[in-house]
């Protein structure tokens, strides 16, 4: 195990101020098409999202400057909202067109806009001050359209902080544990372990090498009874966590190849309150490509492993809200380096030292 730099500092958790400055996910680019406006709460703020009649999404506070009505409640009219309690209206750069009958108002009235990516499948919200929105901070993520590749997909809500989602994300060693009848290895065998931070980037590997099949790729694969199983993962930013992972199938046939099995995982965090998180993730594998029956089953298997995930953040974020002891301090062992050094990462962009 290394590091390159990162090993001291403050280490953020779920009081740490979230981060603005950063691309988040707000919403698929199927969710907007499915509604033309579409209210989500990202970092504590209410934004509606919607497109223009050309196709643009644009972003902007979901509260109407008047009474605070909720604009996504109201109705488009070209390429304007319309507020549903008492008519104004806002056009595309937040700007109020339109005041309430007899209504007049010195100045102008305008609302924030957030400036928006769309890379399918997924639209980006810029959270921070707009003059510091540089697209070239967009975290970079594997293909999902590769021809070679197939994707499934699903969606979460988290009643934890993200924080705490990343750093399970970088703990491999929960597999075999929370995970031992999906993902995890039954035999709970010591597997090599190394991380580093390089680049503002958190990579952890983990190579289990001569292992018996994790059930899931068991049942899917019909593997043989020792596999070697190599995962790689990286914290690439505050909204953006990702990996691969490798098997390979131990051939006990003389002069035959042995088999590999090639996936990806993209996890999309994004801040709703410091206490929950919207999670996208994709699940992209190069198998069984035109096999809907394994794509169904190793869904169902990837949702047990995330619901797993899920009830152990919510519990621990349950258990540390209703017993805040500052005379309680958590262990940390050598495995939870990737962790620790993502926590001091995101501490470090939330302007703490």
């Not at 008519?87 to 108002?105: K, V, W």
């Not at 503002?200 to 994790?214: D, H, S």
């Not at 099995?261 to 992209?284: A, K, M």
Request: glycine content about 6%.
């Amino acid at each position: 195990m290394s590091a390159s730099s990162g090993t001291t500092g403050a280490m953020a958790d779920s009081a740490t101020p979230l981060v603005a400055g950063c691309w988040y996910v707000i919403c698929t680019t199927t969710e907007l098409d499915a509604q033309k406006m579409l209210s989500r709460w990202i970092l504590d703020q209410n934004i509606v999202v919607r497109r223009t009649e050309n196709g643009t999404p644009v972003a902007m506070d979901n509260r109407c400057p008047h009474r605070s009505f909720p604009l996504s409640k109201g109705f488009q009219s070209g390429d304007e909202i319309v507020c549903g309690y008492h008519g104004m209206s806002f056009d595309s750069e937040g700007q109020c067109t339109r005041l309430p009958a007899g209504a007049e108002i010195r100045g102008k009235i305008a609302l924030r806009t957030y400036p928006l990516i769309e890379r399918a499948p997924l639209i980006w919200i810029w959270m921070g001050a707009p003059s510091k929105a540089d697209p070239s901070l967009l975290p970079d993520y594997p293909s999902l359209t590769e021809a070679s590749w197939i994707a499934i997909n699903g969606y979460y809500h988290v009643a934890a902080n993200y924080v705490g989602l990343h750093e399970n994300l970088q703990d491999l060693s929960h597999f075999e544990y929370l995970h031992s009848s999906s993902i995890g290895v039954p035999d709970r065998t010591p597997s090599s372990f190394d991380a580093r931070l390089e680049d503002g980037k958190v990579r952890c590997a983990r190579l289990y090498a001569n292992v018996q099949p994790p059930p899931l790729y068991q049942t899917l694969l019909d593997l043989g009874p020792r596999i070697d199983r190599k995962i790689r993962v990286e914290f690439t930013s505050p909204a953006l966590t990702h990996g691969d992972m490798t098997i390979r199938n131990h051939n006990e046939k003389p002069n035959e190849e042995e088999q590999e099995y090639h996936t990806r995982i993209l996890h999309f965090l994004t801040p709703e309150s410091q206490n929950s998180t919207h999670y996208w993730w994709y699940f992209i594998r190069d198998f069984a490509l035109d096999n809907g029956e394994i794509g169904d089953l190793l869904k169902r298997g990837i949702q047990a492993a995330f619901a797993e995930d899920q009830m152990a953040l919510e519990s621990i974020s349950e258990l540390t809200r209703r017993d805040p002891r500052t005379t309680f301090r958590e262990l940390s062992f050598a495995t939870d380096q990737p962790g620790i050094l993502m926590r001091r990462t995101i501490a470090a962009a939330a302007g703490l030292e």
